[in-house]
Every structure is written in C-alpha cells, then in structure tokens.
C-alpha cells in the first residue's frame, strides 16, 4: 500500500504516524524547502505544493498511490486538489480517498445538536468554500468510482497545541458568551479515527468530534486547576477585544453528535472529553 497525503500538518501527520506500518511508502506535500528536508527526516517522500499550480513528481506518485489524504482547505478558486491534480487523483483509481474537512460547514444552530444528515448552512466565508470543496469531492466519488470519505473536524488540540500552551505563551484568556459550546478533538482520536475509516472504503461523511460540547471558559478553569494556579479573570464575549476570525467562532454555536461513527464503525475515543485529555497532556509537562 502506497499513501500520498496533501498537506503534511497537525492531524494529517498524526495519521501518518497512526497507520505508517501499513504502507510502503509514504510521500506528501508541502509548501517549502525547509519543511521538504523535515519531511524526507520523517521518512516522508517531500512534494512542494503550493495550491496555485501543478507540484512536480505529484501526477507520477499518485499514478500507483493506494491511499490518498487531502488535509488542504479550499480557496476562492475551489479546493485547489480537484482542480490541479483531479485528473491525476482519478487516473491512479486509488483504493481510498480521505478529505479532512470541518465542523464548520453546519454554521450555527443555536447550541442545538447536530449531525451528519443536518442541512449545512455555513456562515463564513471559509465555511461556504469547505461546503463546496466537500460537494465537489464527493461528486469526484460518483463520477470516478473511488470511496471518499468526509471527515468533519472539530476544534483540534494535542501535544503542543492546547490550553496548557496557552498559559505557557501568556495568551490564556476566559472569554465567556452565555450558552456558547466548542466541539473538540484530540489529534490522536483524528488519527484514530480516520485510520479505523479507512479499513472500511465506502463514501461516507463522519463527524470526528468528542463525546462533550462545552463552554470555552470551562476548559480554561480546569487547565488552571490542573497547573496549580488562579484562572485568568472572566471576560464578556461583548467587551473582548478580538479580531474579525476570532469573534466570528463565536457566531457558531452548535453540539456535534459523534453517534455515526460510533454506531458504523464501531470507534471507541481515546480523549472522550477535554478532562481526560488535559489530564493525559499534563503527566508529560
């Protein structure tokens, strides 16, 4: 088995890590020579790719890639995969493709529970091209008879990116907005996750999320209790100084079920909620 990946990040070298065993090579892309040379480090065949033009050697490593992951969003363009090397993603008939996509394609519902059958009513802008990035991948999925399955990820943290960083960096703050919830997750249950979807190659959206939408002032209190320390001063979400991006998540507030990928695949969470992930993150500190 032979996996390609576009966009070696966060959670998609998570994955690599999780199924590197089950394959025999391993290439993937980036859009530097600095992170080429950590990649090759990695055992990663390095490709540069940057979204606005066709990556060399990329059409003759996925003429015999098995695997194919895209953790790349989308542009103004479209999702920049389909539209520089679709024909090439096609041409090799891959056994799986995996689109690492986002939870904020269900826009906001109000705190209110949703699922992977709920209509997406995305609000930004970002959001609306993750809709149609997901839209076009699975029509690439009827049109060329290759297995995509969708995976929407929630708000994504793990060693080296998490509230303990926060304080370390001085940035922890508790804003808090009545009724608003965050779903999470934790990179290793990405890994996990996907890497149990992919042994079942059917075109299918799942939602990766944890088992407890909360508030993000919650998560801040017990980052600080479990540091030995006073949490920051609460904040109102009205009077916080953020930027557009930041006050924008806010404008979402939704409960992600992850049941489907319970139910289908039979996937138990390694984190099933941020305490017993922080207290994990805590023992390496």
């Not at 390095?46 to 979204?51: K, S």
């Not at 689109?99 to 609306?128: A, I």
């Not at 008879?145 to 370390?168: H, K």
């Amino acid at each position: 088995m032979r996996l390609f990946v576009f966009g070696v990040g966060f959670s998609s070298k998570a994955f690599i890590e999780e199924t590197r065993d089950q394959f025999d090579w391993i290439g993937g892309t980036t859009r530097s020579v600095e992170k080429a040379e950590a990649l090759k480090a990695a055992g990663i065949e390095p490709f540069l790719f940057d979204g606005t033009t066709q990556g060399e050697g990329i059409a003759e490593a996925l003429a015999s890639a098995t695997h194919v992951l895209v953790s790349i969003g989308p542009n103004d363009a479209g999702d920049p995969v389909l539209n520089l090397h679709g024909e090439d993603v096609a041409a090799g008939r891959p056994e799986w493709i995996g689109y690492l996509s986002t939870v904020g394609v269900y826009g906001n519902h109000d705190g209110d529970w949703v699922n992977e059958d709920t209509p997406c009513k995305p609000v930004s802008k970002r959001s609306v091209q993750r809709v149609a990035a997901e839209n076009a991948w699975l029509e690439f999925a009827g049109s060329n008879d290759c297995p995509v399955q969708v995976f929407r990820l929630s708000g994504i943290y793990g060693p080296g990116r998490n509230a303990f960083e926060n304080f370390r960096k001085g940035k922890a703050r508790r804003l808090v907005k009545a009724g608003q919830v965050f779903n999470r997750i934790h990179v290793s249950d990405i890994a996990g996750a996907v890497s149990l979807a992919m042994a079942n190659p059917v075109t299918r959206i799942y939602n990766v999320t944890d088992d407890e939408p909360a508030p993000p002032q919650d998560v801040v209190t017990f980052a600080a209790e479990l540091l030995g320390i006073e949490p920051p001063p609460e904040i109102p979400f009205e009077t916080a100084d953020l930027t557009p991006m930041a006050r924008s998540f806010y404008g979402e507030n939704k409960r992600v079920s992850n049941q489907r990928i319970k139910d289908e695949l039979g996937y138990s969470f390694r984190f099933p909620n941020y305490r017993v992930a922080l207290r994990d993150l805590h023992a390496y500190i």
